[in-house]
């Protein structure tokens, strides 16, 4: 059997650095939902450039905070590297981690709500084809209804990113 595997990806703050520039903080919670199966080698991948395409730019703030999970070589930044994971960790049933980063965006006189997604995989080998995925869904819980699997109706949602006047920023 394959782990079934879960993803929320959450705005937990964000300030107008500039007159248009915004941080943005975003925590990602991976969650293994098997009772007795273990989540082979565990990747999220979260592509920013999609997400802030109508931005001037966007630069990832450091280097993500992966929890317990081994970074990859080449730091996550967004547009080139866009695994946050060396591909390489387990997770145990019914464990949770938290990927943690800041993303800052110039938005300039563009504002309105962007939309993003991640995904979560997990596969037999590194790098290999995923045997459980899922797309991230808005909020901290990755499974809200609990029934054990992440993609069920409305589990599924993008997370919105509120920039500009109508965010109150």
Do not use: C, W
């Not at 903080?25 to 979260?46: G, P, R, Y």
């Amino acid at each position: 059997p394959h782990a079934s595997i879960g993803l929320a990806k959450a705005v937990t703050d964000q300030r107008e650095i500039e007159s248009g520039v915004y941080e943005v903080d975003l925590a990602l919670v991976v969650e293994n939902l098997s009772q007795d199966t273990t989540a082979l080698n565990v990747q999220v991948t979260d592509d920013l450039s999609e997400t802030f395409a109508a931005a001037i730019s966007f630069e990832v703030m450091g280097i993500p905070d992966v929890g317990s999970f081994t970074a990859p070589l080449s730091p996550y930044d967004g547009r080139d590297n866009i695994a946050f994971l060396s591909g390489s960790d387990s997770l145990a049933p019914g464990a949770r981690e938290t990927i943690r980063f800041t993303v800052r965006v110039n938005a300039g006189a563009t504002s309105g709500i962007f939309l993003n997604s991640a995904l979560v995989t997990t596969a037999l080998e590194p790098g290999g084809e995923a045997t459980a995925a899922d797309f991230s869904d808005e909020g901290s819980e990755p499974d809200s209804d609990g029934d054990g699997f992440a993609n069920g109706p409305g589990e599924d949602d993008p997370t919105a990113i509120l920039l500009g006047p109508e965010a109150g920023l």
